[in-house]
């Protein structure tokens, strides 16, 4: 069923995309009254006639398939209900019924037979035609890709709607001009080939400008569906869409000869040799529309995968390159240095190449040259290892329901090794010749979750890690790195104290979930945005005084814009009845359930029966009380300090990465 | 008639269709969305002045329903604070301090239960406890 559908959707996108171009390139060509002319535009309006129904049939087989893969059944595609259902109870379906009715519309005026002698009538016939076309094509966008981006939909959706125009005019322009050449190589149309010399010439000027546009509203497109270099390279999406550039590389080549070799030969006065190098144009052009359908194709099938941004993606290379491996020592940081400079040097001669004229071959062979020594003495330095698992998104969030229990499965499997702390100190590694690596260690950190995931999950083969495929569940594997991931974070961030360091938000605060008693849980990041957290790890009676203090300055705190999270170090639902003996009575919410989990990763950056964690607006640790309670007045001032800040961080992603 | 006066009344159609369509149609749609929104509230308001007369409530008096956690309470004052879920119609979740109508609707509650409480009043500022279940 998906086949037909990718069929289908072919079928009426070329056509929609063919009759746009086939309006434009008469249009463009403008009225003629050479008779091999006017049976060429004969020729372009019968061909437009077959087309737009072409469309409109292929429009209903899409609509039938679209509703049997919607409805998870192939007899849906022939239930009216089920049908009636899609058009009208969906977006997608109602543009549909927009597109299809215009294309009645134009179905009917085409059909209908009208003397255009006059140019203003000929103008207005084929405009109208333009029009309708285009609107039908713009439409597509409306149920493609773009319309479901949810941040910025007007930019997706501009971009999405100049690439199908673009490709209107570009691509649905090449037949007919193909057509017309052809008409005007042969010896028949001699008093047509000034006409098609100059309607060649000016299409080739506008499918400059739509080629441009293309390319700037793909990038754009790019950008906002496949995101990264590993779901260009990793997904279903981006293959396709690096397929379709490699077809694109053969028809820009075909367009270069044809504006720089052939159109020029046309102008010469030399009107013997128009014939063959029209039929030489034509054939090109041809070609050109041949492998532009084949674009067309691959643009159908990115239109029905899942886009990039949503696949996770399987990297295809053993390697990849990271900036990271730049802060191992100077020596590569210095070699990377020169190979860069080396390759810019390269790229500054290969553009100087193609703006002269003198010289242009030694010119070029050394830029190209010169890139290529850079990248060699350059890039290896950045080389890393790389596993298909790499750029894969984590299945858990980086959250303390997923530490913690990340930490007893670590302790169970990982421990003798690795050492409780992580450092590679474990019992069973005691006399081993090469020292286990320190996980909490930069070169660990840098590690994507996706390359700790495959080492987890795989082992390493000659340094006696086993593989947890069989023995830990996906999920258990995720909660292991995230608990590694936070070992990292905790060994850093003994570099924050008692006081804000001013606009250098760097260590993100885990997430936790907030039970008040048996009511709807909230979470540490609904806060985001809106107010400071001060985290309160408890242990009574020895944090009593402490937390009177806090319910006394409550009001104070509010009103300067910190919540007050009190985590009991052991929580059970008479935690607020314990604190509700305080006077004036503690009023910000008390975690009665989950709280062992906040207590044992919370732990992990500030031990001790009783501490206090700042988290800024953003969500990010900003000061550590450890054992000890801030004064009233010195904890109000940490917070001043954070309410004049004045960048704002992006908010940290939830995943570990 | 010549082909271009064709076009144009053709366009002119669809444009003056498309903006009479939105015109009466669109904003129509668009005022019953809004009509719909306003008698939902008017219903569930009416409902709830409804169940609140039902118990022997004055008129124009609504009653709400709630969950929440007793937090504080102030026999003297006769009031309880509470961090409560979302009062549909009233308070998003919070803490919030309400009055009891009476002592006795108070009970033997304490701080830290878990209560399923009902408001009754006309707006925010006079609605009252009326009734105490624990959870």
Redesign the interface.
């Given at each position: 069923m998906r086949l037909l559908l990718l069929a289908a959707l072919w079928v009426h996108l070329a056509s929609s995309v063919l009759l746009m171009g086939a309006f434009f390139m008469l249009l463009l060509a403008g009225p003629s009254d050479r008779p091999i002319a006017r049976r060429w535009e004969e020729t372009v309006i019968a061909w437009s006639r077959l087309l737009v129904l072409v469309a409109i049939g292929s429009g209903i087989v899409w609509l039938l398939a679209r509703t049997a893969v919607f409805e998870g059944r192939p007899q849906a595609a022939l239930e009216p209900r089920a049908v009636w259902h899609a058009v009208l109870d969906t977006r997608p379906g109602l543009l549909w019924l927009a597109r299809h009715g215009l294309l009645v519309?134009l179905a009917t005026?085409l059909a209908i037979r009208?003397?255009?002698a006059?140019t203003?009538?000929?103008?207005?016939?084929r405009?109208?035609a333009l029009?309708l076309s285009t609107l039908a094509l713009a439409l597509v966008s409306g149920s493609s890709h773009a319309a479901a981006v949810t941040e910025r939909t007007v930019f997706a959706l501009a971009g999405d709607v100049t690439h199908l125009l673009g490709t209107g005019v570009w691509m649905g322009g090449l037949i007919p001009l193909a057509l017309l050449l052809r008409a005007a190589s042969r010896d028949a149309g001699a008093d047509v080939r000034p006409y098609a010399v100059l309607a060649a010439r000016r299409f080739s000027r506008a499918a400059l400008a739509a080629m441009i546009l293309l390319m700037a509203s793909g990038v754009m497109n790019a950008i906002v569906q496949v995101e990264s270099m590993a779901g260009l390279a990793g997904t279903t999406h981006g293959r396709l869409l690096l397929a379709k550039l490699a077809v694109l590389v053969p028809i820009l080549v075909l367009a270069v000869v044809n504006r720089t070799h052939i159109l020029p030969a046309l102008s010469g006065l030399l009107a013997l040799s128009w014939p063959s190098a029209m039929r030489r144009l034509a054939a090109f052009v041809a070609l050109e529309a041949a492998l532009a359908l084949v674009v067309l194709t691959l643009a159908a099938a990115m239109t029905l995968t899942t886009p990039a941004r949503h696949a996770q993606p399987v990297w295809p290379l053993s390697f990849r390159l990271s900036l990271d491996a730049l802060l191992d020592g100077p020596a590569t940081k210095w070699r990377a240095l020169l190979g860069g400079q080396l390759a810019v040097v390269g790229m500054v001669a290969l553009i100087a190449s193609l703006l002269v004229r003198r010289r242009r071959a030694p010119v070029l062979a050394g830029a190209l040259a010169l890139v290529a020594v850079g990248a060699g003495v350059g890039l290896p330095p950045l080389v890393v290892d790389a596993y298909p698992t790499t750029y894969r998104r984590p299945l858990v969030t980086y959250h303390a329901a997923s530490i913690a229990p990340g930490m007893a499965v670590y302790r169970e499997h990982c421990a003798m090794c690795h050492g409780t702390t992580g450092a590679g100190d474990g019992t069973s590694v005691e006399g081993r010749r090469r020292p286990l690596a320190d996980l909490r260690s930069p070169p660990a950190s840098r590690r994507h979750a996706g390359e700790l995931f495959w080492l987890v999950t795989h082992g390493i083969a000659g340094r006696g890690m086993p593989g947890f495929e069989s023995r830990l569940s996906e999920a258990e594997r995720w909660d292991v790195i995230n608990f590694i991931r936070a070992l990292g974070a905790a060994q850093v961030s003994t570099g924050i104290g008692r006081q804000v360091e001013p606009e250098r938000p760097w260590l993100v605060a885990p997430d936790f979930t907030v039970s008040?008693?048996?009511?709807?849980p909230?979470a540490l990041r609904d806060y985001r945005g809106r107010r400071m957290v001060l985290v309160v790890l408890y242990t009574l009676p020895g944090s009593g005084a402490r937390m009177t203090q806090l319910a006394r300055s409550y009001d104070v705190l509010w009103i300067t814009g910190v919540e007050v999270i009190a985590v009991p170090t052991h929580a059970t639902?008479?935690?607020?009845?314990?604190l509700?003996a305080t006077s004036?009575?503690?009023?910000f919410?008390v975690v009665t359930d989950g709280a062992p989990d906040i207590v044992e990763t919370y732990r992990m950056f500030a031990p001790g029966p009783h501490a206090e964690i700042l988290i800024d607006r953003q969500g990010y640790i900003r000061a550590i009380w450890k054992g000890e309670t801030p004064e009233t007045a010195v904890l109000l001032r940490q917070v001043e300090q954070l309410n004049d800040e004045k960048s704002v961080p992006p908010f940290p992603d939830d995943h570990v990465h | 008639m010549p082909v271009w006066q064709v076009v144009l009344v053709v366009n002119l159609t669809f444009a003056v269709g498309l903006g009479l369509g939105y015109a009466s149609w669109g904003r129509r749609v668009e005022a019953l969305d809004r009509e719909l929104e306003a008698t939902r509230a008017r219903v569930e308001r009416l409902e709830r002045e409804q169940q609140a007369r039902a118990t022997g409530a004055r008129a124009g008096e609504q009653q709400w329903e709630a969950r929440g956690v007793v937090r504080a309470i102030f026999p003297r004052a006769n009031m309880l604070v509470i961090t409560h879920e979302e009062i549909r119609g009233l308070l998003p979740a919070r803490t919030t301090s309400f009055q009891a109508v009476s002592p006795e609707v108070r009970g033997s509650v304490r701080v830290g239960d878990p209560i399923r409480f009902s408001l009754r009043g006309t707006l925010l500022d006079d609605a009252a406890i009326v009734a105490i279940a624990r959870w």
């Amino acid at each position: 069923m998906r086949l037909l559908l990718l069929a289908a959707l072919w079928v009426h996108l070329a056509s929609s995309v063919l009759l746009m171009g086939a309006f434009f390139m008469l249009l463009l060509a403008g009225p003629s009254d050479r008779p091999i002319a006017r049976r060429w535009e004969e020729t372009v309006i019968a061909w437009s006639r077959l087309l737009v129904l072409v469309a409109i049939g292929s429009g209903i087989v899409w609509l039938l398939a679209r509703t049997a893969v919607f409805e998870g059944r192939p007899q849906a595609a022939l239930e009216p209900r089920a049908v009636w259902h899609a058009v009208l109870d969906t977006r997608p379906g109602l543009l549909w019924l927009a597109r299809h009715g215009l294309l009645v519309v134009l179905a009917t005026f085409l059909a209908i037979r009208v003397n255009v002698a006059e140019t203003m009538n000929w103008i207005a016939a084929r405009g109208e035609a333009l029009v309708l076309s285009t609107l039908a094509l713009a439409l597509v966008s409306g149920s493609s890709h773009a319309a479901a981006v949810t941040e910025r939909t007007v930019f997706a959706l501009a971009g999405d709607v100049t690439h199908l125009l673009g490709t209107g005019v570009w691509m649905g322009g090449l037949i007919p001009l193909a057509l017309l050449l052809r008409a005007a190589s042969r010896d028949a149309g001699a008093d047509v080939r000034p006409y098609a010399v100059l309607a060649a010439r000016r299409f080739s000027r506008a499918a400059l400008a739509a080629m441009i546009l293309l390319m700037a509203s793909g990038v754009m497109n790019a950008i906002v569906q496949v995101e990264s270099m590993a779901g260009l390279a990793g997904t279903t999406h981006g293959r396709l869409l690096l397929a379709k550039l490699a077809v694109l590389v053969p028809i820009l080549v075909l367009a270069v000869v044809n504006r720089t070799h052939i159109l020029p030969a046309l102008s010469g006065l030399l009107a013997l040799s128009w014939p063959s190098a029209m039929r030489r144009l034509a054939a090109f052009v041809a070609l050109e529309a041949a492998l532009a359908l084949v674009v067309l194709t691959l643009a159908a099938a990115m239109t029905l995968t899942t886009p990039a941004r949503h696949a996770q993606p399987v990297w295809p290379l053993s390697f990849r390159l990271s900036l990271d491996a730049l802060l191992d020592g100077p020596a590569t940081k210095w070699r990377a240095l020169l190979g860069g400079q080396l390759a810019v040097v390269g790229m500054v001669a290969l553009i100087a190449s193609l703006l002269v004229r003198r010289r242009r071959a030694p010119v070029l062979a050394g830029a190209l040259a010169l890139v290529a020594v850079g990248a060699g003495v350059g890039l290896p330095p950045l080389v890393v290892d790389a596993y298909p698992t790499t750029y894969r998104r984590p299945l858990v969030t980086y959250h303390a329901a997923s530490i913690a229990p990340g930490m007893a499965v670590y302790r169970e499997h990982c421990a003798m090794c690795h050492g409780t702390t992580g450092a590679g100190d474990g019992t069973s590694v005691e006399g081993r010749r090469r020292p286990l690596a320190d996980l909490r260690s930069p070169p660990a950190s840098r590690r994507h979750a996706g390359e700790l995931f495959w080492l987890v999950t795989h082992g390493i083969a000659g340094r006696g890690m086993p593989g947890f495929e069989s023995r830990l569940s996906e999920a258990e594997r995720w909660d292991v790195i995230n608990f590694i991931r936070a070992l990292g974070a905790a060994q850093v961030s003994t570099g924050i104290g008692r006081q804000v360091e001013p606009e250098r938000p760097w260590l993100v605060a885990p997430d936790f979930t907030v039970s008040v008693g048996p009511l709807a849980p909230g979470a540490l990041r609904d806060y985001r945005g809106r107010r400071m957290v001060l985290v309160v790890l408890y242990t009574l009676p020895g944090s009593g005084a402490r937390m009177t203090q806090l319910a006394r300055s409550y009001d104070v705190l509010w009103i300067t814009g910190v919540e007050v999270i009190a985590v009991p170090t052991h929580a059970t639902l008479e935690a607020i009845r314990e604190l509700g003996a305080t006077s004036p009575p503690a009023l910000f919410p008390v975690v009665t359930d989950g709280a062992p989990d906040i207590v044992e990763t919370y732990r992990m950056f500030a031990p001790g029966p009783h501490a206090e964690i700042l988290i800024d607006r953003q969500g990010y640790i900003r000061a550590i009380w450890k054992g000890e309670t801030p004064e009233t007045a010195v904890l109000l001032r940490q917070v001043e300090q954070l309410n004049d800040e004045k960048s704002v961080p992006p908010f940290p992603d939830d995943h570990v990465h | 008639m010549p082909v271009w006066q064709v076009v144009l009344v053709v366009n002119l159609t669809f444009a003056v269709g498309l903006g009479l369509g939105y015109a009466s149609w669109g904003r129509r749609v668009e005022a019953l969305d809004r009509e719909l929104e306003a008698t939902r509230a008017r219903v569930e308001r009416l409902e709830r002045e409804q169940q609140a007369r039902a118990t022997g409530a004055r008129a124009g008096e609504q009653q709400w329903e709630a969950r929440g956690v007793v937090r504080a309470i102030f026999p003297r004052a006769n009031m309880l604070v509470i961090t409560h879920e979302e009062i549909r119609g009233l308070l998003p979740a919070r803490t919030t301090s309400f009055q009891a109508v009476s002592p006795e609707v108070r009970g033997s509650v304490r701080v830290g239960d878990p209560i399923r409480f009902s408001l009754r009043g006309t707006l925010l500022d006079d609605a009252a406890i009326v009734a105490i279940a624990r959870w």
